[in-house]
Each structure stands twice: as structure tokens, then as C-alpha cells.
């Protein structure tokens, strides 16, 4: 969950403070920038709406394009990309030297 990570990435015990945000009532929260519990609003902590309905809609756009379009640009793979190894055959000059192949 988003929760986790956030309390995770501040150095807090994740499991901890999922279980104080569970026990708190409406918008109580954590804090990470600070460490402390309190409701998210008076702390000016907010997720507006607008941005998670904006980032959904965009990769709803991208993906409708990508399902819509007949071909797809990808990287085109090079005719002589392998390299490397043994060349085939003996070196000229060299198949009257019995048992070494």
C-alpha cells in the first residue's frame, strides 16, 4: 500500500503505524515528514482528488492508444547482433592434419 511504503521509506516500522492509522477515525493519519499521527487535513496533508482522477484518466489514454493502434514502434532487432565464438571449419591449409577433428 502507498501507507506502507511512505512509513517504510522514513525509516518508521510500517506495520506500527498501519496499526494506529487502522485505530484512528476519519482522516487520522502519519505524518512521515515529521512522525507524528493527527488528522491529515489540519496537518495540510492532502491527496486531492483531482490528481489521482488525473493521473487515472491519462493511463486510461495511453493504454486505449497503445490497445487501438495496428502497429507498434519497438526495438528493432539487429540482423548481425551475435558475436563472438568460433569461426566455422579449419583454416586453410590446414584438412590434411589427420585427428584433430
Not at 10 to 19: I, M, N, Q, T
Not at 68 to 91: K, L, Q, R, Y
Request: hydrophobic share 35%; proline share 7%; glycine share 18%.
Amino acid at each position: 500500500t502507498p501507507l506502507r511504503q511512505i512509513t517504510s521509506n522514513s525509516g518508521e516500522e510500517a506495520s506500527v503505524v498501519l496499526d494506529k492509522v487502522k485505530e484512528g477515525k476519519d482522516n487520522y493519519g502519519f505524518n512521515a515528514g515529521t512522525g507524528e499521527y493527527g488528522d491529515m487535513i489540519k496537518m495540510g496533508i492532502l491527496d486531492p482528488a483531482k490528481v489521482t482522477r488525473t493521473a487515472l484518466q491519462a493511463a486510461g489514454s495511453v493504454a486505449g492508444l497503445m490497445i487501438t493502434t495496428e502497429a507498434m514502434v519497438s526495438d528493432i532487432p539487429e540482423e548481425n547482433a551475435g558475436g563472438g565464438g568460433m569461426p566455422p571449419g579449419m583454416p586453410p591449409g590446414m584438412d590434411g592434419m589427420g585427428g584433430m577433428m
